[in-house]
């Protein structure tokens, strides 16, 4: 187990700044036109596919980084230079974390690659989870998967949306209910492979913030995929469902669904996205409140605007400390026992929003203008705390967690 720290060591920093010069010499100088277009910027992904960013292997080196500080690093680094493009690049990431926290090592071995692809091919992937009437209810989750024995096949059908690469993705990796008197626990994850017949993309969601990047519905109808595409294997599934039966009949330990896990392993790196937003916000108007003058000086020499920088700065390192608590834990194995991924995503989520809101307040009229990036970022910033877990129900887990209450 690695020792925490605050300090990334020598490696990491090379990657780091490595990341940031591309953050900054190929990310940022595209961020307003993609923003405009509101299309996947293929030219972006493939360019960070020819360095090597976009690739399995980066990934799994910063996922399997035993100090935990590889992933939110990285996505620090990313969402720094634009969060739309950023998603564009890392939203195949959820789909893989999902087959890395939930398939056997052959599922892990066989459609992860393909996700990503290569510099040559590129490739993406899509978590489609929530749906137009179970979002944060995910007990109301309607998409059906039954088991077809004699042909040893899943059957899915059902709505998904607000899915990132859904319907353009290669790989989709769906959440499905399998037994519908357990609720939640009844909840199952199926890989669809490639051109796989009956699925197909709905709506294309014109959206406030992070337009780079691409989101829609997935329809599934009767959308068959082999035995072998259930996340974990059917002994796995059968087992943990008899566990949630029991536990409904008596009482008894929690039992994980595969979303869940997921959206778990997930949350300090959104913290991060966050983070990433923050800072380049507050260096956007630290940089202006030095260089602009009225009356005869600098507006950082005012109290107002100085305090607020300070104020900006001292969220911005707060929510990086406890992204970097709760992903050092989460790789070592260490439970949260207080919600400390919750805690992250929380913090971190509600920092962009403020720090964002602050910048362009710093600006003033030019803060409120595209011809500054702090309104892009402030639009951008409204999504954290909405996706893998509103504000509120990071609150909710935070709650339930510290006191044991089923709270509501």
Not at 242 to 271: C, D, H, I, L, Q
Not at 277 to 282: E, F
Not at 320 to 329: D, G, K, P, T
Request: aromatic residues 8%.
């Amino acid at each position: 187990m690695a020792e925490f720290t605050m300090e990334l060591n020598d490696e990491q920093k090379e990657v780091r700044d490595w990341l940031h010069g591309f953050a900054a010499d190929v990310i940022r100088p595209a961020a307003a036109e993609w923003d405009e277009r509101e299309e996947t910027p293929w030219p972006v992904i493939q360019e960070a596919a020819k360095v090597g960013i976009y690739s399995l292997d980066f990934y799994a080196q910063q996922y399997f980084d035993q100090t935990g500080l590889g992933i939110p690093m990285a996505m620090e680094e990313l969402f720094w230079g634009d969060a739309g493009i950023a998603l564009s690049i890392v939203g195949t990431g959820l789909a893989a974390v999902g087959v890395l926290a939930n398939g056997t090592e052959e599922q892990i071995g066989t459609w992860v690659p393909q996700m990503y692809g290569d510099a040559n091919d590129v490739k993406l992937a899509a978590f489609c989870s929530s749906e137009p009437d179970a979002g944060s209810d995910v007990a109301s989750m309607r998409t059906r998967a039954v088991y077809d024995e004699a042909k040893d096949e899943w059957v899915i059908n059902g709505t998904k949306t607000w899915a990132t690469n859904g319907g353009i993705a290669n790989v989709h990796v769906v959440v499905a209910v399998v037994d519908p008197e357990l609720g939640s626990k009844g909840h199952a994850s199926f890989i669809v492979p490639p051109n796989t017949p009956g699925l197909s993309q709905g709506q294309k969601f014109k959206k406030h913030g992070i337009r780079a990047s691409h989101t829609a519905e997935v329809i599934l109808d009767n959308v068959r995929v082999p035995g072998s595409c259930l996340l974990g294997g059917k002994e796995k599934l059968d087992e943990r469902l008899a566990r949630a039966r029991e536990r409904a009949r008596t009482g008894g330990e929690r039992v994980k669904n595969a979303a869940m896990a997921t959206f778990e392993a997930s949350r300090p790196a959104v913290g991060a996205m966050a983070v990433g937003t923050a800072r380049a916000a507050y260096e956007v108007a630290l940089d202006y409140a030095t260089t602009r003058e009225q009356f005869g000086r600098p507006i950082i020499d005012n109290q107002g605007v100085a305090f607020q920088l300070a104020d900006m700065r001292t969220q911005v390192d707060a929510a990086r400390l406890l992204v970097w608590r709760a992903s050092w834990m989460a790789i070592n194995g260490k439970p949260f026992t207080a919600a400390e991924g919750s805690m992250s995503k929380l913090f971190a989520s509600e920092t962009a929003k403020k720090v964002t809101a602050q910048a362009i307040q710093i600006l003033g009229g030019n803060g409120y203008t595209r011809e500054y990036p702090v309104e892009r970022m402030h639009r951008d910033s409204a999504i954290y705390t909405i996706f893998e877990g509103t504000s509120e129900i990071q609150r909710l887990v935070i709650a339930r967690t510290l006191s044991g209450m089923p709270i509501r």
